[in-house]
């Protein structure tokens, strides 16, 4: 498909085990809402952080809307977690067929085990997905900040992302919508970011900023939509928090002390990061440019 020839640029399955497969989905079960959604809602002003569900399927009922794909053939998911976008295109907004990409054995086990005719899950990279159709549209929820990883040149990372905006372009049909929503430095530094959250919780990832995405982007799609929606973030993190201390002793039998200690540690340094502006929550409607430019950017991070 093309000369991209970097190696494991982001995060490898031995770190998507440490976070996902080490601890388990009854861990998760218990501070994530019903729908086992891990990433930031979408909340009305003023609603609270006690209404984490609706949240997320207005969420998820967003990003569809912004994808344009009611209705639609073949919708893809890259990074499709523990299958939530997956179920909701298929039994609310009348898609024929829902495709999710995973790195994650422990979700690609969950999705499986649902054993429906109209979803298809691939545990695969999305370097190493190769459609047999094109799709109507495409979600990607947060999984983003797991292509490239810390210790990256800028070279490096922006050749990454521009590979994945690519792809995306090939797989898309003519017309065909994005939705993008992604974890982007802020007020802050790459080299001053919080080692403990890409080591100890999130291992070989980092956050983009807005700037490398709209280069990386670049006469590929049409940013049609952009929203900073950090605040959506901040009270997401609240209610996560707020689950998981109202069933600490619960988590602390599943995966002990020590692991417990270290997502309320994560989650607060979260919640203070998104208020404070270090981090943004970045939520982008795309659309394809379907006779691009020859004049190409070069990823160099000039």
Partial sequence: MSNFTT?????????????????????????????LTYSCALWEENEGHNNLQAAQLRKID?????????????????GCGWGSVLRRLLDVHSVEHAIGITMS?????????????KLEVHLESWMDHFPKEPYDGI???????HFTKLDLSQQERMRVYREFFSRCHKWLKPGGWMSLQVNAHGN???????????TEIFPESDFPTLAEIAQASEHLF????????????????????????ANRAAAVELVGEQIVSNYEKYLSFSLICFHQRISNLLRFTLRRIDNPCKQRVTPSGQ
């Fill in 7 to 35: 190696q494991n640029p982001g995060t490898s399955v031995e770190a998507l085990r440490h976070h996902y497969c080490n601890v388990g989905n009854e861990f998760y079960r218990l501070w994530l809402d019903p729908t």
């Fill in 62 to 78: 967003f990003h569809i809307a912004q994808a344009r794909v009611k209705g639609a053939k073949r919708v893809l998911d890259v």
């Fill in 105 to 117: 054995e422990i979700h690609y086990e969950w999705i499986s085990a649902l054993n429906n005719s």
């Fill in 139 to 145: 979600i990607s929820l947060e999984a983003f900040e």
């Fill in 188 to 198: 802050s530094r790459r080299e001053d970011s919080s080692k403990f959250i890409f």
């Fill in 222 to 245: 049409e940013i049609v939509m952009l929203r900073n929606d950090r605040q959506d973030y901040e009270v997401t993190c609240k209610a996560w928090l707020s689950r998981l201390k």
